[in-house]
């Protein structure tokens, strides 16, 4: 006889209970699949959570993706931004360092710079290699910019203070009566090399310091008379002779226009006049090449 299982419902409403009677392997199999169906339905809200996740932070990631691809591409516009603006101001620090790299050479001539200078067009090219090799670290070229424009206002310094120390106007109004180089000397009637330039004008009129720079001497010199000589730094000096009246003394401090002394015919002269010498590291040149201001 097979063995079966008895399973009794009570109603409690209605006050009596009812029998289900089954086989035993039937009863097992009801369980088995009562379980199955429990685990099954469990493991359906599970994967029914886990996926919904799954999509909702995929969603979310791909809002973050455009959003980092969006930020990606401005920063990107703003690099090319950044790098035009690199090139302009690495352009504007070279251009600027040629305008200052001037200097003095000894002889009659001012000259500018050393050498042939790279052109814009190379300059920009090497500006952009060094801005791509930079973005790694912009810290590095900004380092660099820095560098450069701290050289510049070095620069800007120096190129002050030589223009400011450059014989650039003239001494004294008048007319040129001889001008420098070889003439007949009007003493000896031979030919003599003449160091500088004579500047005719009334006795008394005042003759001023062409740059700014020190008195090294003040007092007669044989030949010149009453005499000035300026020290300009760079090499320069200037030298002011036959003055009727000398208003510095040595070591003086004086500025470009400052009155130093009144035009004369002291020493061998042959009447009133300025005797205006510029020398370049003890060598004379000539005034003239220093001059920008109108007579």
């Known amino acids: 006889m097979k063995k079966r299982v008895e399973v009794v419902v009570f109603d409690l409403e209605k006050g009596r209970k009812v029998k289900f009677s089954f086989d035993r392997r039937k009863y097992f199999l009801i369980k088995s699949l009562f379980f ?53 101001l690495r352009n504007f620090a070279e251009r600027v360092k040629k305008l200052v790299h001037w200097n003095v050479v000894s002889g009659d001539t001012v000259a500018r710079g050393d050498g042939a200078q790279e052109d814009n067009l190379n300059v920009e090219s090497r500006v952009v290699s060094e801005i791509d090799d930079s973005l790694s670290d912009p810290r590095l070229y900004y380092d660099e910019i820095k560098k450069d424009l701290e050289s510049v206002i070095d620069a800007f310094h120096d190129r002050l203070s030589y223009l400011t120390s450059v014989p650039s106007i003239w001494p004294v109004k008048g007319w040129i009566t001889s001008g420098f180089g070889y003439r007949i000397s009007p003493f000896t009637h ?68 400052d009155v130093i002394g009144l035009l004369g015919s002291t020493g061998r002269s042959t009447g009133p006049h300025l005797h205006y010498e510029v020398r370049v590291n003890g060598v004379p040149v000539n005034p003239l090449n220093f001059l920008i201001e109108e007579k």
């Open 190 to 257: 031979t030919l003599q090399f003449h160091e500088g330039v004579d500047i005719a004008n009334a006795p008394g009129t005042p003759v001023k310091a062409p740059a700014e720079g020190y008195v090294l001497y003040a007092g007669w010199a044989r030949g010149y008379g009453n005499v000035i000589i300026l020290g300009h730094g760079y090499g320069i000096s200037t030298v002011f002779g036959h003055l009727e009246k000398i208003l510095v003394k040595q070591g003086d401090h004086v500025n470009r226009g």
């Open 36 to 88: 199955l169906l429990i685990f099954l339905s469990v493991s359906a809200v599970v994967f029914g959570i886990s996926l919904y996740r799954y999509y909702s932070v995929n969603e979310s990631l791909s809002r973050k993706n455009a959003e980092l691809k969006l930020i990606i591409s401005r920063l990107q516009k703003h690099t090319e931004v950044m790098k035009g603006e690199m090139i302009t």
